[in-house]
């Protein structure tokens, strides 16, 4: 069974920058599509950005779109999330996912079906 860990949160001041890592462990990993979303209080999770895990497609929301940069390392099975320009409005806890199931977006939260526990990011005004 693939475990999926995140590492890299933390309270930043905006305007400044994050880089959230998710490491896989556990059996094979080879995911079509690796994701983060985040989810503030009161509100449902959203997306942010994925990326093919064996390829170059990456996509991100508009919210986070010039700001944030998915990136992975398949050697260390670990998807990366660079997040700069930070914003209050940033302020959620951040989740990876993994999807085995491919969609021309892949945008939608039910498709994923691996997910971390999540790392809280904190952005002060």
């Known amino acids: 069974q693939v475990q999926l860990v995140e590492s890299g949160g933390g309270l930043v001041q905006a305007g400044g920058s994050l880089r959230l890592s998710c490491a896989a462990s556990?059996?094979?990993?080879?995911?079509?599509?690796m994701a983060w979303f985040r989810q503030a209080p009161g509100k449902e999770r959203e997306f942010v950005s994925r990326?093919?895990?064996?390829?170059?497609?990456?996509y991100y929301a508009d919210s986070v779109k010039g700001r944030f940069t998915i990136s992975r390392d398949n050697a260390k099975d670990t998807v990366y999330l660079q997040m700069n320009s930070l914003k209050p409005e940033d302020t959620a806890v951040y989740f990876c996912?993994?999807?085995?199931?491919?969609?021309?977006?892949?945008?939608?939260?039910?498709?994923?079906?691996?997910w971390g526990q999540g790392t809280q990011v904190t952005v002060s005004s």
């Open positions: 996912a993994a999807s085995s199931y491919y969609s021309p977006i892949g945008v939608r939260a039910e498709m994923y079906t691996v």
């Open positions: 556990g059996r094979a990993f080879s995911p079509y599509f």
């Open positions: 990326i093919q895990w064996r390829g170059s497609s990456t």
